[in-house]
């Protein structure tokens, strides 16, 4: 028994503490933002031809039939059906997405997870978040190279997380709400390129970069303690710390500087970059009434584009 048509939604996410480190085992920091999503419609293909992948934010029409092996739409719908455990009927999978790509908001898992969660839906059996979370990582392989895992997971649960790579998930309580203002500096940087150049210097001489991301560890863990006593100005503070160490680890962009110094400038409590570096996202912590003036200052430093997310 199927349903005639579903449509299913996935969160993206911004990175609080511990991008990069959390490669190398150390603990991060994500938390969903659910302002921007990915959208994922299922339904009959009338024309009763096979699966159809609709994906019309990039000019994207070809049957699945088609599509290569490594090509991620194609393999979350693949490795979705083998997890339901149904032949692929005729269907048309369209998805959309209002989170921009590369920038470091999460936008592939995203839109794994709303596939996913559809096709789950269609064939009325859902998944269960911690198998939404396996499956989207393993299209984050072909996104990021060697994904941490941190941004499947916490689209999948959409809740904030404290995360470490092969780890029991550990979710955030939250002392009290956090407003936190992005500013996209509209650079885009995959991710597989920043890590894997970090990783080559990393392999190259460990002893001088393990310290780092120890520190980084030790930055996420005091930013967690801050988080749950509803410590702002703890984390802010944390946050700048963290944005120095990621600033000497090569990784940021004097235009994410430029954004994090409008920030401060405003009179946020701390901002930094957020995800991988090299572009994408700069994220600031805000109070209720200092988010409209720091998100007026990131525009008018060159953000390309200003979201405002509360976590809860």
Known sequence: MTHTAVKATAPGKIILFGEHSVVYGQPAIAVPVSQVRATCTVRENSAGTGILLNAPDIDRREYLSA????????????????????????LEITVTSTIPIACGLGSGAAISAAIIRALGEFFRRP?????????????????????????????????????????????????????????????????????????????????AFDPIFAEMGTLARNARAAIERGDAASVGQLMGENHAILRKL????????????????????????????????????????????????????????VIKTVVR
């Open 127 to 207: 998944f269960e978040s911690q198998t939404v979370s396996d499956i989207a990582f393993e299209v984050e392989k072909i996104y990021h190279g060697t994904p941490s895992g941190i941004d499947n997971t916490v689209v999948a649960f959409a809740q904030p997380i404290f995360f470490t790579k092969g780890q029991p998930i550990e979710r955030l309580t939250v002392g009290a709400p956090l407003t936190f203002v992005i500013g996209d500096t509209g650079i885009k940087s995959p991710t597989y390129k920043v890590v894997g150049d970090l990783r080559a210097r990393r392999t190259e001489n460990p002893a």
């Open 250 to 305: 090569g990784i940021s962009h004097p235009m994410l500087d430029a954004l994090v110094g409008a920030a401060m400038d405003a009179g946020a409590l701390g901002a930094k970059l957020s995800g991988a570096g090299w572009g994408g996202n700069m994220i600031a912590l805000a109070t209720p009434d200092s988010a409209a003036k720091i998100g007026a200052a990131l525009a008018s430093a060159g953000a390309k584009r």
């Open 67 to 90: 599509a290569g092996e490594n090509d991620p739409l194609a393999l979350v719908v693949r490795r979705t059906l083998d997890a339901l455990g149904v032949d692929a009927p005729s």
